[in-house]
């Protein structure tokens, strides 16, 4: 089946440095991905969607300077949390849409990436 | 706007039984799609299944199946014969296009399944 994968898994940063989260379709070419970010026990928050080649189209309330996406290619999104704060410490998940092994378009979710701001 | 809801914060079943997550949408769009998933506690995102606003049979995914009805703007999933590996927390969304044209997908809040031995 499809998969998307997310690196790193788990992130621990200083407060001030910035954070790149990659984000991978692994056999399909995903047309559209999106980010998302949960916090504990709460449901999934849409920060932005990308499409790729052109500027990722941010939800309200999101700093697009702050969190920084490129869409550079078909198969690969990245995150970069910039100047990154304690209140930025959350669960980021990203999403590709695409089709594959039979199902078309639909959304395969990557595993997540735990970022920890000290 | 979009929105979907999810009533039941927290649902019990025992094993082998049957289970239904309730899941209801509003939306102004003839043209959506509605998914479900599965999120077990290492917080990864897991694709159950999908049905088509214009798909007339329930989608159906091994023990998973969608009970579809438009009219009342349902998408409860359903899960059959339960194991102790389906304690999770169920998501349904909704893909649509929003305001702006493009496509956006909305969660609900979840409902926590524990299913009991």
């Known amino acids: 089946g499809a998969v998307v994968s997310q690196h790193p898994s788990r992130v621990i940063c200083k407060s001030g440095t910035s954070v790149k989260i990659e984000c991978r379709s692994l056999d399909f070419q995903a047309t559209t991905m999106f980010w998302y970010r949960q916090f504990p026990k709460q449901s999934l928050m849409l920060m932005a969607t990308?499409?790729?080649?052109?500027?990722?189209?941010?939800e309200q309330g999101v700093e697009k300077d702050k969190f920084l996406i490129n869409h550079a290619s078909l198969t690969l999104s990245t995150l970069t949390v910039t100047s990154a704060h304690p209140e930025d410490s959350s669960f980021y998940i990203c999403?590709?849409?695409?089709?594959?092994?039979?199902?078309?378009?639909?959304?395969?979710f990557g595993p997540g990436t735990r970022l920890t701001v000290l | 706007a979009q929105k979907i809801t999810q009533t039941q914060p927290g649902m019990f079943v025992q094993e082998k039984e049957a289970v239904t997550l309730d899941c209801t949408y509003d939306?102004?769009?003839?043209?959506?799609?509605l998914f479900w998933y599965k999120q077990p506690s290492s917080g990864e995102m897991i694709f159950l299944i999908y049905?088509?606003?214009?798909?007339?049979q329930n989608a159906t995914e091994g023990r998973y199946s969608l009970n579809f009805q438009k009219a009342r703007k349902s998408a409860n999933l359903v899960i059959s014969a339960s194991q102790l590996g389906d304690s999770a927390m169920y998501f349904c969304?909704?893909?649509?296009?929003?305001?702006?044209?493009?496509?956006?997908?909305?969660f609900g809040t979840g409902t926590k399944l524990q299913v009991i031995p």
């Open positions: 999403s590709a849409r695409g089709s594959s092994g039979g199902v078309t378009d639909t959304q395969y």
């Open positions: 049905q088509g606003s214009y798909d007339e």
């Open positions: 939306t102004s769009d003839q043209s959506y799609g």
């Open positions: 990308s499409n790729e080649g052109s500027k990722a189209t941010y």
């Open positions: 969304a909704m893909r649509a296009p929003n305001s702006g044209g493009y496509q956006k997908v909305t």
